[in-house]
């Protein structure tokens, strides 16, 4: 018998080949999107899964509260972790690591590179963290001062065949460290980026040991390990007191607390002086809905299609029925077309996935792995999707139309039809309104990236090239190398820097003389030119100038925030005052006062991202701390202008390779997780609209189909053909009228919370639900039209013989 029913239900797949192919390739499409963003997904929650003691490990993180400005900062001091050790028994274990924040010069022999992802660490690294060794102790490869750890990629490339243990490294042209592991490359689903870890003992050496036990320098991301089952928050409760106590003065307003390491990824959008690669759970959130969305429009394709195909064959039911089909019989049958198709779709998605899958990678520089696809609890949950969506596909012409009596079916009587068709409109009206949502969401994601890419942040970022100053040398004849460069066309602007927008900055804070408190600023370490460079405008005093010889020293220049946050109201009003910068003398950690005033306000510049508002910024000549040579070239005369710095840099610094980053490009990565998000929502909104219209198609196809002999009628009585055009179309035109209602509020909810994650944003207008209605609408007409024309050109004469 179940044989039987297959073997009809194939000769109907074939015998109502267009509506097959409507059905299948609509509901595979998606399926595969949904398939797609399942391993999104999955790979996103997945991140630091792999550790064995992943429930267990938890970073603490600093929430500080100054000036009225609350931000989480992902660093702690030197002495933070060991202490908290001892001083608390349910700490299990901690680790420390630094972060050098910038590309370093590492090389063997003849082989130099510029490295990213140095870290250096407390030698219980690899026993809080479950990153693989393939040569060397986990418990012993850190103890050493000098010694460190590379990844196998890493290996090979400084190494090749040879043996790299006990090889030495010489990093930043100064400091050696003898290989004494090798560890598997980081996993992709890890927030730690690293290929190089080397023991923390050295650091002492960089900074001193005064530094290294001073509460005040935040410099380390701690990580702590927590007993099984323990409750995270009991800790929480007690870092308060315990930071007061052992800080000190120095104490301020920061409130540390501790972040579960699943978390980290996903949910430190907002931590700021992090090394975390993140992801943002509000994304991940947001394909999981896109991949509901898109697999309901394929659902709801799939059943509207079955129940108005189902309607076409109530006479072949009342014949079998006749001939003495038993009801069960004819819904097994229905049943087993509908589950058939939905497995056909199945195959279909998970190859369209397979091949998907390496383009997608591509495209939006994620490390999805398609093998996820063929485990057995994915295939399982893939089959019961399935054979869900088969039966209830088949459930309306299972059982309504095998509920018919023979006699009334074969005499046409189908009035309870009507249910049908009352189903069919609610899911066209559904399935509009998703499509519509999603296109809102879509032209607005499309805004607010070209806003964050168009808007004047107060700078002009195009055409700036930064070139790192890696000798002392360099940076000490830099005047003189600004006035070489600038002599040849190619460049128009040169200043030498710590601190650019996008990049790191100091942020040491400033004093008013006689108030005790500290506002909380950044501050970028500049030279006189820095400002024209970049193009930043002035709103009262004056631009840093040689011919003012106490601006070295003594001159300030604040961004408007500053002015406001230390109340002195208009930009003009801050000109002359006086303030106080406590810096760090290294290498001791003795604040050294420096009094100055200020002498001009620069108007805001965004030097974060537009998630952020923009902070207090105070500019300040200091020449020992230039790390950055920032030069602005012609657009026409890029390739020249890099041979120019490159021909200059091998002549200054011959030991050192030629490194250089555009700043647009550097500020670009900042939104990559937007970017991606951006692409990967388009794409998946066009493919819910094309969904949609194929079974727009369809039912424009059955509803011209079942009414073939009212047109050729009308056409009799002399109906044109844009009259039937309008008959046809103006139900459907009226579901998504409908839909374009119902979608509007609810897109408006999504992608106003959505933006709510930007400091800067766009301001949604009724313009883009207009928009995305006519679009809608158009597509309606379009898709409806071409089905609706071919009916109106149709003989009528052949029209009234359909009956």
């Not at 970073?59 to 609350?70: A, L």
């Not at 006749?322 to 509908?338: C, D, K, N, P």
């Not at 003398?585 to 965004?606: A, H």
């Not at 409908?738 to 979608?743: G, K, N, R």
């Amino acid at each position: 018998m179940l044989r039987n029913y297959f073997k009809i239900a194939w000769r109907n797949l074939i015998r109502y080949k267009g509506y097959t192919f409507i059905n299948i390739a609509g509901l595979s499409i998606g399926l595969a999107c949904c398939l797609v963003i399942f391993l999104f997904v999955q790979d996103e929650l997945s991140y630091d899964a792999f550790h064995a003691k992943a429930n267990r490990i938890h970073r603490i993180v600093n929430h500080r509260t100054s000036d009225g400005r609350e931000m989480d900062l992902a660093r702690t001091p030197p002495p933070f972790g060991p202490t908290l050790r001892t001083t608390f028994p349910e700490v299990e274990n901690m680790v420390r690591i630094f972060d050098f924040g910038s590309k370093e010069l590492v090389a063997y022999e003849d082989k130099k590179f510029f490295e990213a992802d140095i870290v250096l660490a407390d030698s219980t690294f690899f026993d809080v963290f479950s990153f693989r060794l393939t040569r060397g102790n986990p418990a012993e490869v850190l103890r050493g001062p000098n010694s460190i750890v590379l990844s196998e990629t890493m290996a090979r490339k400084y190494f090749g065949n040879q043996d790299p243990v006990n090889k030495v490294l010489t990093i930043d042209n100064t400091y050696k460290f003898r290989v004494t592991g090798v560890m598997q490359d980081v996993p992709a689903q890890s927030h730690l980026n690293v290929n190089f870890v080397g023991s923390l003992g050295v650091l002492r050496d960089m900074v001193g040991a005064e530094r290294m036990a001073n509460w005040g320098w935040q410099q380390f991301f701690t990580y702590i390990v927590l007993p099984e089952n323990y409750d995270p928050d009991k800790l929480n409760s007690k870092l308060p007191a315990f930071f007061a106590q052992h800080a000190g003065d120095e104490a301020g307003n920061d409130n540390y607390h501790l972040q579960a390491l699943k978390d980290v990824h996903l949910r430190s959008t907002d931590i700021e002086y992090d090394l975390a690669r993140k992801g943002d759970i509000r994304y991940v959130y947001a394909f999981a809905v896109v991949a509901l969305f898109t697999l309901l429009i394929a659902c709801f394709n799939f059943m509207n299609l079955s129940t108005a195909r189902s309607a076409r064959r109530a006479k072949e039911v009342g014949l079998r029925k006749a001939v003495g089909a038993e009801r069960t019989q004819l819904i097994g049958q229905f049943l087993g077309e509908s589950v058939l198709q939905t497995g056909l779709a199945l195959v279909l998605a998970v190859a369209l996935t397979l091949v998907a899958v390496p383009t997608i990678n591509t495209w939006a520089g994620k490390s999805l792995s398609s093998s996820s696809v063929l485990t057995v609890p994915f295939i399982l949950g893939l089959l019961a999707t399935g054979l869900l969506v088969g039966l209830l596909a088949g459930s309306y012409p299972a059982f309504f139309l095998s509920a018919f009596r023979p006699i009334k079916v074969l005499k046409g009587d189908m009035k309870g039809s009507q249910g049908g068709a009352f189903l069919r409109k609610n899911l066209v009206v559904v399935q509009f309104t998703v499509s519509i949502i999603l296109i809102i969401g879509a032209g607005i994601v499309f805004y607010q990236m070209r806003y964050i890419q168009q808007n004047n942040m107060g700078f002009t970022k195009e055409q700036l090239v930064m070139v790192p100053l890696r000798t002392a040398d360099i940076a000490k004849n830099i005047e003189t190398i600004k006035a070489e460069l600038l002599k040849n066309p190619s460049i128009t602007a040169a200043t030498a820097c710590y601190g650019v927008p996008g990049g790191r900055f100091a942020g040491d804070g400033i004093n008013l003389p006689g108030k005790p408190k500290q506002f909380s600023t950044n501050m970028f370490l500049v030279d006189y030119d820095y400002i024209p460079t970049l193009d930043m405008t002035m709103v009262a005093g004056r631009n840093f100038s040689r011919s003012f010889g106490t601006d070295a020293d003594q001159g300030f220049i604040l961004n408007e925030t500053a002015v406001n946050v230390l109340g002195w109201g208009k930009p003009a009003d801050a000109i002359g005052k006086e303030i106080l910068w406590p810096r760090w003398s290294p290498p001791t950690p003795s604040d050294t006062i420096k009094r100055g005033k200020v002498i001009g306000v620069v108007k805001d510049f965004n030097y974060k991202t537009v998630h952020q508002k923009i902070e207090p910024m105070v500019l300040h000549i200091v020449p020992s701390e230039y790390a950055y040579l920032v030069v602005r070239i012609r657009p026409e005369a890029t390739t020249a202008a890099l041979s120019v710095l490159q021909a200059k840099w091998q002549s200054l610094a011959s030991d050192w390779p030629f490194e250089y980053t555009f700043l647009d490009e550097q500020f670009a990565e900042q939104y990559r997780s937007e970017q991606i998000f951006s692409k990967v929502f388009g794409l998946f909104t066009f493919l819910s609209i094309f969904i949609t219209c194929l079974g727009l198609f369809g039912l424009a196809a059955f509803t011209a189909e079942q009414r073939t002999k009212e047109i050729g009628v009308r056409k009799v009585l002399g109906a044109s053909v844009t009259n039937i055009l309008v008959l046809l179309s103006k139900d459907f035109l009226k579901l998504v009228l409908i839909a374009i209602i119902l979608a509007s509020p609810v897109a408006w909810y999504a992608m106003n919370q959505w933006l709510q994650g930007f400091a800067y944003k766009i301001d949604i207008e009724w313009w883009m639900f207009v928009l995305a209605g006519v679009l809608a609408t158009l597509v309606a007409i379009l898709t409806v039209g071409f089905q609706s024309i071919k009916a109106a050109l149709m003989n009528p004469v052949k029209s009234l013989r359909t009956e």
